[in-house]
């Protein structure tokens, strides 16, 4: 990258700093305080290096994404031998999913660390939900890069393995809750209609939306098409039973 001599000493002692700050909270002490200064920093900030390629977070969440879904399937394989490939999809759905991801960023506090611009800070990028999965990712991507598969293994174990273990049975899967209910009452089943695909190539947000017969369509987004299907279902299904309790009064 292109930096000037001061920039780089000032950059330098900086990132060790948080460097510092980042190793005791999560237990791991990078080698490069480079590859952690691009896993933690937001798009809205124009970094470029010597081959003026951008430089944010973006590729080592590309990364970082695969490594998860990895690393939790082969985790949840040993957990729940006993289990058909079902359950262990819903299982690791639940652990892979944004709202879980970044709950995790909240507990280590990663918000404090996005290195962003003014505007992105000041509407609250610091608490932003996707903002903060995207940069747990990143950070999951920069450990692989830092130190390897054992290194980030261990990390991704420390902070899922308890979340894992929590539930002893698989979350239910609301599209077949859903279905079975439409079924139950004799209606038409549930249609689910893909209404909006945007965000960047490697990891789009899809947007589905849900119809069932004498109710109002929702929606739901996602990163994958089948998660925003359940997430629309749920929406449903909580649609649903409003309208019963709102019927009893």
Same mark, same amino acid.
């Given at each position: 990258m292109q930096y000037n001599k001061n920039f780089l000493l000032v950059l330098k002692v900086n990132m060790e700093s948080l460097n510092d700050v980042i190793s005791r909270v999560i237990g791991y002490e990078f080698k490069d305080s480079f590859v952690l200064k691009e896993a933690l920093t937001h798009p809205s900030v124009n970094q470029r290096n010597s081959k003026n390629q951008t430089v944010n977070y973006e590729r080592l969440e590309f990364l970082g994404d695969s490594i998860l879904n990895m690393i939790i399937s082969v985790m949840l394989?040993?957990?729940?031998?006993?289990?058909k490939e079902g359950a262990?999809?819903?299982?690791?759905?639940?652990?892979?999913?944004?709202?879980?991801? +970044?709950? =995790?960023?909240?507990?280590?506090?990663? !918000?404090? &660390?996005?290195?962003?611009n003014n505007g992105e800070r000041c509407n609250g990028g610091e608490c932003n939900v996707k903002n903060l999965e995207n940069a747990l990712? +990143?950070? =999951?991507?920069?450990?692989?890069?830092? !130190?390897? &598969?054992?290194?980030?293994?261990?990390?991704?174990?420390?902070?899922?393995?308890?979340?894992?273990?929590?539930?002893?049975?698989?979350?239910q899967d609301p599209k077949t809750l859903l279905q079975e209910w439409t079924q139950k009452n004799k209606l038409s089943l549930p249609e689910y209609e893909l209404i909006e695909q945007d965000g960047p190539a490697?990891?789009?947000?899809?947007?589905?939306s849900v119809y069932v017969e004498n109710y109002s369509r929702v929606c739901a987004k996602a990163y994958s098409k089948k998660v925003a299907e359940q997430k629309a279902a749920e929406l449903m299904l909580e649609m649903i039973d409003s309208s019963k309790e709102n019927e009893i009064v």
């Open positions: 394989f040993k957990l729940f031998p006993d289990e262990l999809a819903r299982r690791k759905t639940d652990l892979v999913c944004g709202p879980t991801i +970044a709950n =995790i960023a909240k507990e280590i506090k990663l !918000g404090d &660390f996005i290195i962003m990712e +990143a950070l =999951i991507g920069a450990i692989y890069i830092d !130190g390897g &598969f054992e290194s980030v293994e261990k990390f991704i174990t420390k902070y899922w393995e308890e979340l894992a273990r929590k539930t002893l049975n698989p979350p490697h990891k789009p947000e899809f947007t589905i």
